[in-house]
């Protein structure tokens, strides 16, 4: 109460000070799912027609994005909980934010935009749910922990989210469940935390012996929670943060601006739904992941993973609706902006992998619409230029009229989005970043490392000159060893050593993220992706300057020797072929067996004498073939994953269990061979 009274008296003095003729501040709304990917909508926002159609439905975010000021291309800071909301309330890109990983909290000396909006701007500022900016320390039993701190006027609904619920005084939700009761369907009574833990048990890591109650297949399958939770739905996480955020809402002081951001839990996995939800996406059919090569699922169990998933959102639509409709019927549709995006995204098993962490589509894109009257945001546009979710900071700033100077914050990059969503600028920045990884003290995620930038940019001559469209969106990535999730087709490299790949995002969506453009020289795109380099922080810009390059698509071949399997080109359309035995894409071998590949040009030869595994590493004498008599090099990995990359008309290779020797081959040169020692 206190805080709302000095928040009004704020308001007050702020509003009385403004100009003569400055219009009213507009209340603003942020709904905020966990792990939401842009392509999972129903009214296809920057989906080409000829993209695979996802059956989920988003009736209400639909319609604020065809109403609204839609974002084609929204990208977060980083691709991981705490960092990309410690970006979006700092206002920083993410190596200055000082949130590198999970294991860190937003640091208490640094002012958020919330605290801004509050202690500045006058605002009363509502937030609910899972909002991470102390993931590593967690939110307090009745999640009050740094609240106040962080800029929240009340924070009714503050708890960890899935991961945060396995004891009672973890937050309010936990809390919650430990003190009601619930009756399942064979009539028994039970405690609803009980309930709830032995259904998420083995998906975040609970010591509970399998029940009937166990909601998730055991590893190493994943994400198929076909079996429901076995609670009412008010006491289904999402539900009850949106609840507590709805009463909150209807709470809020009159006469006072407000600002309120709702941090639902899902869809973020693992992918556990109630019966009702399960309901919503029975009998619907979703498109299998792209480039699936390895995992511990079948095809079958990708789609189950994804109709759940498909179900977390559908039931998150539902709640968009309640807020819209609550704005109204408080009066305030008038003066309010109403945004909609998440924190990011999810693989879905794209390219053999799940959750996010990484610079492809899935992981890193989002959505991202909002709504408001007419003159605060331009009906029914939709904005291609590439946007970052971290500047919807200094757009709230800039709505409440809180300069940056006067709002206590320092180190902000973000950048206001006012005058692209009143349609008065078509961008409000030349390119957006995003990484993850240790930072340049070497603290952070020591998995990941890597860097991206994403512009959009004029279509070279040579290449706008056969048709293509004037620009292209292009998607830069520098990474710190191989990049994380690789498509298939995207070869290793040295340990220690760094990768670049370019990608141009208007004609690679993420199911065809799989054909990176040529960087060698005379490449007309190597222009722009040195004029992205150099955006990146000082030690990728370095490091990349020294790139592996990849190989030209067509036109070479990856090898890891002593692995044993092929697959031919034409399976992977321009890539690289992948000789590896840990890829189920691989072929079995078998005695004097011939595989030849599609009669396209893209043909994979191997030939073999009475030897049952050539590739092993005491394999006896045979000779393996491979490739079209076209090829102009290949990149040759040993166990180390040490490489050569060879720019002759072709190879000859000479090598046993370890590497002996590369040799590029001559103008006669058919193919190469790899022969043991």
């Not at 999972?40 to 996802?54: A, E, M, N, Y």
């Not at 692995?563 to 691989?586: E, F, M, N, Y």
């Not at 030849?596 to 393996?624: E, Y």
């Amino acid at each position: 109460m206190l805080l709302a009274t000095l928040g009004t008296l704020v308001s007050g003095a702020i509003a009385a000070s403004l100009p003569k003729g400055t219009t009213e501040r507009p209340n603003l709304l942020l709904l905020f799912p966990d792990e939401w990917r842009w392509d999972w909508q129903s009214g296809r926002t920057g989906v080409k027609t000829s993209d695979p159609l996802i059956q989920v439905a988003t009736p209400n975010f639909d319609k604020i994005a065809a109403t609204g000021t839609a974002f084609a291309h929204a990208y977060v800071a980083s691709p991981l909980c705490a960092p990309s909301r410690a970006a979006l309330a700092l206002g920083r890109e993410y190596d200055t934010q000082q949130v590198p990983s999970n294991s860190f909290d937003v640091p208490a000396d640094l002012t958020t935009h919330y605290r801004a909006l509050r202690d500045a701007g006058g605002y009363h500022v509502m937030v609910s749910g899972k909002d991470d900016l102390t993931k590593h320390s967690g939110y307090g039993a009745d999640g009050s922990y740094r609240a106040v701190e962080l800029g929240y006027s009340v924070w009714e609904g503050r708890t960890p989210g899935k991961y945060g619920t396995s004891s009672a005084t973890s937050g309010p939700f936990p809390g919650a469940l430990a003190n009601t009761t619930v009756t399942l369907p064979n009539g028994t009574r039970a405690n609803a935390l009980d309930v709830h833990n032995h259904c998420f048990s083995n998906e975040i890591g609970l010591n509970i012996t399998r029940t009937a109650l166990t909601c998730c297949l055991d590893p190493p399958t994943t994400q198929v929670c076909s079996t429901p939770l076995l609670l009412p739905d008010e006491l289904y996480e999402d539900n009850w943060v949106g609840q507590h955020a709805l009463h909150m809402l209807m709470e809020r002081p009159a006469g006072q601006p407000w600002f309120m951001q709702i941090n639902w839990p899902g869809p973020h996995p693992p992918f556990i739904v109630t019966q009702s939800s399960m309901d919503l996406t029975a009998n619907k059919t979703y498109p299998p992941p792209q480039d699936y090569f390895q995992g511990g699922n079948t095809i079958a169990d990708n789609i189950e993973a994804r109709r759940l998933y498909a179900a977390e959102i559908e039931n998150l639509d539902g709640w968009f609706g309640k807020f819209v409709s609550a704005v109204s019927t408080l009066g305030d549709s008038d003066n309010t902006v109403i945004c909609i995006s998440s924190d990011h995204g999810e693989m879905l098993g794209d390219h053999s992998d799940w959750a996010k962490s990484k610079p492809w589509e899935g992981s890193a894109h989002v959505p991202l619409a909002c709504t408001g009257p007419p003159h605060l945001v331009r009906p029914s546009r939709l904005v291609t230029m590439p946007v970052t979710t971290m500047d919807l900071a200094a757009t709230w700033l800039d709505f409440a009229q809180v300069p940056v100077e006067r709002s206590g914050m320092i180190g902000v990059t973000s950048t206001s989005l006012r005058g692209v969503l009143n349609g008065s600028a078509e961008e409000n920045r030349q390119f957006i970043a995003s990484g993850l990884g240790r930072n340049a003290s070497g603290v952070g995620e020591q998995t990941w490392n890597w860097r991206m930038i994403v512009k959009r940019v004029t279509t070279p001559p040579a290449i706008a000159k056969n048709g293509s469209s004037t620009t292209a969106l292009l998607k830069y990535i520098c990474c710190e060893s191989t990049c994380p999730g690789n498509p298939s087709n995207v070869p290793s490299v040295p340990a220690g050593a760094f990768q670049e790949l370019l990608y141009n995002v208007d004609t690679d969506q993420d199911w065809a993220e799989m054909k990176p453009l040529p960087l060698s020289a005379g490449s007309p795109w190597l222009p722009e992706a040195v004029a992205m380099r150099a955006e990146l922080p000082p030690a990728f810009a370095a490091g990349c300057q020294h790139a592996v390059k990849p190989p030209p698509p067509g036109s070479t071949f990856h090898v890891l020797h002593g692995q044993g399997c092929v697959t031919r080109a034409a399976d992977i359309p321009h890539a690289p072929v992948t000789l590896d035995g840990t890829s189920s894409k691989c072929a079995a071998w078998t005695t004097s067996r011939t595989y030849v590949g599609q009669p396209s040009g893209d043909v994979i030869m191997i030939k073999h004498s009475d030897v049952v595994d050539p590739c092993a590493p005491n394999a006896s004498a045979s000779t393996i073939e491979i490739g079209p008599p076209t090829a102009k090099g290949f990149v040759f990995a040993d166990g180390t994953l040490t490489s050569a990359y060879c720019p002759g008309m072709c190879l000859g290779v000479t090598a046993g269990p370890t590497l002996a020797s590369v040799a590029c081959g001559d103008s006669s040169a058919k193919g190469f061979k790899l022969e043991p020692l």
